[in-house]
């Protein structure tokens, strides 16, 4: 009878217990909560190691068939953001250790997400001599690039994702742009740099028609709707689409006055859906508040409804209320809300940045814009607003496109193909499956 392969997934600020959309919790808790519960329906056993941030949380919990998540006491258990948690990684890997002897686990293979999980995998890697894979989310020097003087990210970062590239035997890039980031940027051998695309739940988001979700949500049946998902945070440039938007209506207004004198605001709606607290708070939110007062200062306050965070069986009612989702960051890893909208059936409109410029195929499933662009993605709208046949042309394609590349069991199945070589090619046949030796904590030098 074939033995269980045993992953250890290290995940040090999120974790999928996670509420979304709050802070320091996104894309990564998607992806880790995701992968897992498909690596187990394939067979795996995967043990997610992340940190205890409550007093409440219980060492153990049985999240999915196949899945636990492991919550490790690394110093107080209280929510710390994750730019300060650098300084607890030693603590993290000892805490990962005492468990292993603990709970008798023994791994096959350890796999990493962002950086400094990373140095906990690579750590790993060398003391219990099982093979690391790691997946960075985002890379300090991309993150750097794009954000200068407001990058808080610690000062150790780019020094040890130069370790972890050097030292772990596969690196999973999102998107051709990352790939190319970690070999030109961070001198990764390229026969390590495996691409593997990120995923969206296409049972949890899918098309729900665009009476039936604006019914449900309380907006006008008639109007050209855009809505935009996602955080609230100065680099994801909401700011952007409001300019953007507030183009739009100056643009309509013009031409219908031109042709009738008069243009009825309430054909425009702009849904903006993200925060920290379900009701749309500014003092909870600061971006919020920046973005009520540039839509006051453009006339558009009107046109602009704040929704605030919702979770994410409550998204595919947004999405399907728009006729257009919009995401316009500097610059994005990979991005997983362009996906969902897509599984919605929604055509988007992105930034031709990073992941989304993979994701979105230009005049087929959406359009790409430069970012920080306001007047390229307002004459984007208006071409979706004067077509509606081809928008909604787009939003099938989206769907299909979803449905045919970006699923998570295909993500799990090319995950489990990377181990599995992984695997066969560093040891011998029958020693696959094997689990790998516990040393000493402090081994003698």
Not at 14 to 43: I, K, T
Not at 360 to 369: A, E, I
Request: glycine letters at 8%; charged letters at 20%; aromatic letters at 8%.
């Amino acid at each position: 009878m074939k033995r269980v392969i045993r992953i250890a997934f290290l995940s040090e600020h999120a974790s999928p217990l996670a509420l979304l959309g709050s802070q320091d919790a996104g894309g990564q808790n998607v992806y880790v909560d995701e992968l897992s519960r498909q690596l187990g329906r394939l067979g795996y056993a995967v043990d997610i190691f992340t940190r205890r941030d409550s007093g409440a949380s219980p060492e153990v919990v049985a999240w999915a068939p196949g899945v636990r998540v492991i919550n490790l006491a690394a110093d107080p258990p209280i929510f710390v953001p994750k730019d300060e948690l650098w300084p607890l990684m030693p603590t993290f890997l000892e805490a990962l250790l005492s468990f292993m002897v603990r709970d008798g686990a023994r791994y096959d293979l350890v796999h990493g997400n962002f950086w400094m999980s990373g140095w906990v995998a690579a750590q790993l890697r060398r003391r219990i001599r099982i093979p690391a894979v790691q997946i960075f989310h985002a890379t300090g020097k991309t993150k750097q690039r794009h954000q200068g003087p407001n990058d808080s990210s610690p000062a150790g970062r780019i020094a040890a994702e130069l370790a972890i590239v050097r030292d772990v035997d596969r690196l999973i890039a999102q998107c051709p742009s990352e790939r190319d980031e970690l070999i030109d940027d961070y001198g990764a051998d390229p026969h390590k740099v495996v691409l593997i695309p990120s995923a969206v739940n296409t049972e949890r988001f899918y098309p729900v028609p665009c009476e039936q979700a604006r019914r449900r949500i309380g907006l006008d049946a008639d109007a050209f709707v855009v809505v935009y998902v996602g955080r609230m945070l100065p680099r994801k440039d909401v700011r952007n689409l409001v300019r953007a938007f507030a183009l739009l209506v100056q643009r309509l207004e013009t031409e219908h006055g031109q042709l009738s004198g008069v243009f009825d605001r309430r054909s425009l709606q702009l849904l903006l859906v993200g925060g920290e607290t379900s009701d749309a708070n500014p003092i909870a939110t600061p971006e919020i508040g920046v973005l009520q007062d540039l839509a006051a200062q453009l006339g558009i306050a009107d046109r602009v409804r704040f929704i605030g965070k919702r979770q994410p069986d409550e998204l595919r009612f947004f999405y399907g209320a728009g006729d257009v989702a919009v995401t316009t960051p500097w610059y994005e890893p990979f991005g997983l809300t362009p996906l969902e909208a897509m599984a919605c059936g929604r055509p988007v409109i992105g930034s031709a940045v990073g992941g989304i410029a993979f994701t979105v195929q230009d005049g087929l499933t959406g359009l790409l814009v430069p970012p920080a662009d306001p007047a390229a993605l307002a004459l984007a709208l208006y071409q979706l607003r004067m077509n509606p046949e081809v928008c909604a042309h787009m939003g099938l394609a989206a769907r299909q496109r979803a449905e045919q590349e970006f699923t998570w069991a295909i993500v799990a199945r090319r995950t489990a193909a990377l181990y599995q070589s992984l695997l066969a090619s560093q040891l011998p046949r029958s020693e696959i499956g094997r689990p790998g030796r516990l040393v000493p904590l402090h081994p003698e030098p």
